[in-house]
């Protein structure tokens, strides 16, 4: 048997040989990973990009709200709701509630840019199948949560040129910091 303190040596000596095993590479690599990230940088694989505010790193391509509530009941119904109001994993309503005694944060009433929201469906999305949807899938699916918060009307579409352009309700709720 293992005593606590066996055992505390061993996961030190790990720590120490695997803090020591990158000494080798540069600062940008770290477990055969490079970690400067390409923000705003189309790729290849858009998912593998990050999107800024102001829309650069979206993809070409485009999708209407009438298409993403067909992809929405596909693929994330299931944890957010049909309606995205499902309790603990809210997307819809709230807004105006930020600054109640119970504020409820929501892609409506909390989301600074429309641009984030898809990055985060491009990349995160759907729960345990992250990236599987296309680009024009994934303008559909932000078209159709942004209708569920009254952010856009039953005939909208979106790409990359009209997506920057919402106003969500709370983009002045955030304090831009200058370096």
Request: aromatic share 8%; net charge negative; charged share 15%.
């Amino acid at each position: 048997m293992f005593s606590f303190k066996g055992i505390a040596l061993i996961l030190v000596n790990l720590l120490f040989l695997s803090a020591n095993s990158t000494s080798g590479l540069d600062e940008e690599t770290t477990l055969g990973h490079i970690l400067k990230p390409g923000l705003g940088q189309l790729v290849i694989n858009f998912a593998g990009s990050i999107v800024s505010a102001d829309g650069s790193g979206l993809p070409a391509g485009s999708g209407t709200v009438v298409e993403g509530k067909s992809v929405y009941g596909k693929h994330c119904a299931a944890c957010n709701g049909i309606d995205g109001q499902l309790p603990g994993n809210q997307l819809a309503g709230g807004i105006g509630s930020l600054a109640t005694g119970r504020p409820l944060k929501t892609v409506g009433s909390y989301w600074p840019y429309a641009t984030t929201l898809f990055d985060y469906i491009a990349r995160a999305m759907p729960y345990n199948q992250e990236k599987m949807l296309s680009a024009d899938e994934t303008y559909a699916v932000t078209a159709y949560v942004l209708r569920l918060n009254s952010i856009l009307d039953d005939e909208a579409r979106l790409d990359e040129k009209t997506l920057p352009q919402i106003k969500m309700p709370n983009q002045d709720g955030f304090i831009e910091l200058i370096k």
